[in-house]
């Protein structure tokens, strides 16, 4: 299992001449992640999250600071061709900008490269040519199951295929970007026939981004041991979900317009290099679960190919923002509750010789606990809406507009600094 590796960029000992960044809950030296940003309308470019500021690359390329790499690539207005260098080299230019950022000698060359992260706008950080949403949170998957399915929450292929389908790869957007309360057919259970309007059950979906580095050529599988080589980094994503059109529509075939009209992602990829000391051990399946067919199973893996980060969702009314209210926490668990691996995923996304692409991006799925304070979805928190949660100045079944849904993510592991991913949160405008 080609896992990444821990190196002197991940040393607890290590500090940054930018004091911000020393004990920084989201970015210190050890994180680094990358991204797209621009100020005051000047054209995007990439840059690395360094404490409460960017490092402006391309000037930093311009400057002759990172002489020997790609400079090509380090100049473009997307992250696409980064993703696509080999790993090696990815690891390289990691271990250029630790250095920048930690040797009090580079200090004045690099200072002046340095943006104040308010001042910057961020973008998508790559053109996503495809888009799949899995759905290995196998307690998401029996909690819905259960409100649907009492006598049988888990259908019978779950525990044998990493299940999945392909979203809308050009309505993903950068945390941020309101997301407009999306309007669709529904049929409530008594009515004869089916009604046009505004979604009356918009969702969250908490869930983990995987980019895709290295692809693979059509035709060509992608074996398990080889898998974390062609993921380049990893995001927060909200798929959000219209229940009500689900509903209606999802018989017989999958999502569509409950799913394809926005989901959300932060804005920063934190690089499967910087993940390297936060794998983990993959929780052992419940005794009488299926072993997975043999393209899916590797010791190596399920030694050491699961992540380890705490995940949280906050909800903040508009009435709470103006007055100041602190956002309300609606639920908090580990990304362990993942059924099946970032491995295992991409190895099946690839198994029928399907090619993935520098750039693509999957989805996890809902990541949720086996308790309500787990919950990844207002679907589960609140029992399909039967019971409202509580929120200062009123209560919520599903999310309403005004409101602002922010997820986050800390990657933790004993002996090492904590990093983050940064924002992922959007407010909920009304339909149209």
Partial sequence: MSRPVIDHTH?????????SANGHKDFPIQNLPLGIFSVRGDAPRIGVAIGDYVLDVKAAAAAGLLAGHDLEVLSADTLNAYMDMAPAKRLALRHRFSALLSHEAMAEQVSPLL?????????????????????????????????????NPLLPNYKHVPIGYHGRASSIRVSGTPVVRPKGQTKAPTADAPTFGPCKRLDYELEIGVW???GNALGEPIDIDDALNHVAGFCLLNDWSARDLQAWEYQPLGPFQAKNFMSTISPWVVTIEAMAPYFTAQKP??????????YLWS?????????????????????????GTPAVQLSEGPSTNMYWTVAQIVTH???????LNAGDLLGSGTISAPERSGYGSLLEITRG????????????????DGDLIALSAT????????????????VILPAR
């Fill in 115 to 151: 943006v104040p992260s308010s001042d910057c706008t961020m973008h998508l950080p790559a053109r996503i040519g495809d888009y799949t949403d899995f759905y290995v949170g196998i307690h998401h998957a029996m909690n819905v199951g259960a409100l649907f399915r009492p006598d």
């Fill in 411 to 426: 990657a933790k592991a004993e002996g090492y600094v904590p990093i983050g991913f940064g924002p992922c949160e959007a």
């Fill in 299 to 323: 010791d190596a893996d399920q030694s050491g190919g699961a992540l380890s980060m705490e995940l949280k969702v906050h909800i903040a009314s508009e009435e709470m923002r103006k007055a």
């Fill in 212 to 214: 895709i580095g290295q």
């Fill in 285 to 294: 399946r419940p005794e009488g679960d299926p072993k997975p067919l043999p």
């Fill in 385 to 400: 809406g039967a019971e409202p949660v509580e929120i200062p100045g009123g209560t919520r079944a599903f999310a309403e």
């Fill in 11 to 19: 040393s607890v000992d290590l500090k940054s001449w930018v004091e």
């Fill in 349 to 355: 996304h690839a198994s029928n010789g399907c090619n």
